[in-house]
């Protein structure tokens, strides 16, 4: 059986994240495989994938915050919001100043309502939303809200009738950067999609941990799956006793640690779950022993 833990990828573009979890089957020896938080084609950077075990951790990585570095371009719209899409609109925007783009993008900025593309994984009816876009149905989707923590732009770029606006988007799971590319785009009256997007963190794994499609096939890097808790969640060491409570599914007493994500570690220092403090309790989220 291969090492439970995470593989975090350098995710070539191109690849879809199935394609990558399709690979690192192969890699580690394992159908046991998943992903937390997609990643578009045409995106690059952190994919965190879960091996064994650690697959039951993916759904509370997915949830913590992201780091992207993006490229938006102002004066076209695409039916994606992005550059793998047809074009849908074209306006002039080399008179677009500065200053308008810093204001638009503080707009941008703290908690907002957002919007998903219309070509999205969201499920309409039971439907993927960009199964329907792409059939030619006009998709309905409601605002969600998102938190944007920093918008930082990096460099302004003016092509003929074009604007390419560099940034760099810390923001919550479930945030949409190529959703702010065209809302940006709209603000200022002449459209906008992504045309570059690299996610340079998931939580606390970042670039320097990743390792590309080909080094993973010479040498796979797996994070032991203490180690990626210990780096996600704070951490908590209890007792033989304590252990033996967890490990059938008990409850332990609240220490007051937070209302994320606890692990628990035996006194051997081996994980044996993730739990979440409510009031007086902390009730397992997931049991890795047993």
């Excluded at 020896?29 to 938080?37: E, L, S, Y």
């Excluded at 308008?100 to 707009?107: D, N, Q």
Aim: net charge negative; hydrophobic share 45%; glycine share 12%.
């Amino acid at each position: 059986m291969a090492e439970s833990g995470l593989i975090i990828v350098d995710k070539p573009g191109e690849w879809t994240s199935h394609d990558v979890v399709a690979k690192m089957r192969r890699v580690a020896g394992t159908r046991r495989v998943g992903h937390a938080g997609t990643l578009d084609p045409m995106a690059t950077g952190v994919l965190v994938v879960g091996v064994e075990k650690a697959t039951r951790l993916l759904g509370h990585l997915a949830l913590t915050e992201k780091v992207y570095e993006a490229t938006i371009r102002l004066g076209v719209s695409t039916n994606t919001d992005d550059a793998e899409g047809e074009t849908t609109a074209t306006a002039p925007a080399s008179e677009v100043t500065a200053a308008e783009i810093h204001k638009g993008i503080a707009a941008l900025t703290g908690e907002i309502m957002q919007v998903p593309p219309q070509v999205s994984a969201i499920k309409v009816n039971g439907q993927r939303a960009y199964k329907k876009a792409r059939a030619g149905e006009e998709v309905a989707l409601a605002a969600r809200p998102v938190t944007v923590h920093a918008f930082e732009v990096l460099g302004i770029h003016t092509h003929d009738d074009v604007v390419d606006v560099d940034a760099v988007v810390t923001c919550s799971s479930g945030t949409y950067i190529r959703a702010l590319a065209r809302d940006l785009g709209a603000a200022l009256g002449v459209g906008g999609h992504l045309t570059r997007l690299r996610r340079t963190r998931v939580g606390p794994y970042d670039l320097s941990l990743a390792r590309t499609v080909e080094q993973l096939v010479e040498e796979c890097v797996i994070l032991p799956i203490g180690e990626a808790v210990t780096a996600a969640f704070p951490r908590r060491n209890v007792t033989a006793e304590e252990a033996r409570v967890i490990g059938h599914g008990g409850r332990l007493p609240s220490l007051g640690l937070g209302t994320g994500p606890i692990g628990v570690f035996g006194p051997d220092g081996g994980l044996l779950a993730l739990v979440e403090e409510h009031g007086p309790v902390a009730k397992p989220l997931a049991v890795f022993v047993g």
